[in-house]
């Protein structure tokens, strides 16, 4: 495991704490949930459509690809975290989480997919996926998507093969 900077680096203080913190995306106070708009509305998008969506999730294309197959999976209704997920919608999570797993591991000469969950942005539930590549040791644990932001972009022609790999073994699973 390595950070992809170069020594040294400068340890710096953490900020002064923000309370009370200012709402989120979605959240009573801040910026509508644009995600619940366009989830009801996809078909008449402008935007390429999700990847895969069924009743309860939808696996939706990144933007800015470093690594083909990183996606991320939401719901379809607005909720915020796993604390108030619905029981049927959590106990679907695991199911889901696995077919999109395999389906990225599919593609070849990945050696792990990790999935993150940053609340900190829209308070509509999501989790990223993220394909280490197989032999990118400097990647392992918390450092892929570290390595990620900083790689350059993946030739689109790589991601949309990726997407449609993804999307195909998905689809084979309903």
């Not at 995600?35 to 009743?55: G, I, K, T």
């Not at 690809?65 to 939401?74: A, F, N, Q, R, Y």
């Amino acid at each position: 495991m390595t950070l992809p900077y170069a020594e040294p680096l400068i340890r710096r203080e953490p900020q002064s704490r923000v309370i009370p913190e200012p709402p989120r995306v979605g959240e009573p106070g801040g910026d509508p949930c644009g995600l619940c708009d366009w989830l009801a509305n996809y078909e008449q998008s402008e935007h390429r459509p999700p990847l895969w969506v069924n009743d309860d999730w939808a696996l939706i294309r990144s933007t800015d690809v470093t690594i083909p197959g990183i996606v991320w999976l939401t719901t379809r209704a607005h909720h915020d975290s796993f604390a108030d997920l619905p029981d049927r919608l959590a106990m679907s999570y695991g199911p889901v989480v696995a077919r999109v797993e395999r389906a990225i591991l599919a593609l070849g000469d990945i050696a792990r997919v990790h999935v993150y969950r940053w609340g900190d942005g829209s308070s509509h539930f999501h989790v990223w996926f993220y394909p280490r590549p197989l032999g990118m040791l400097e990647a392992r644990r918390e450092m892929l998507p570290l390595w990620a932001d900083l790689m350059p972009a993946a030739p689109e022609e790589d991601v949309v093969d990726a997407e449609r790999k993804i999307a195909a073994a998905m689809a084979a699973g309903d």
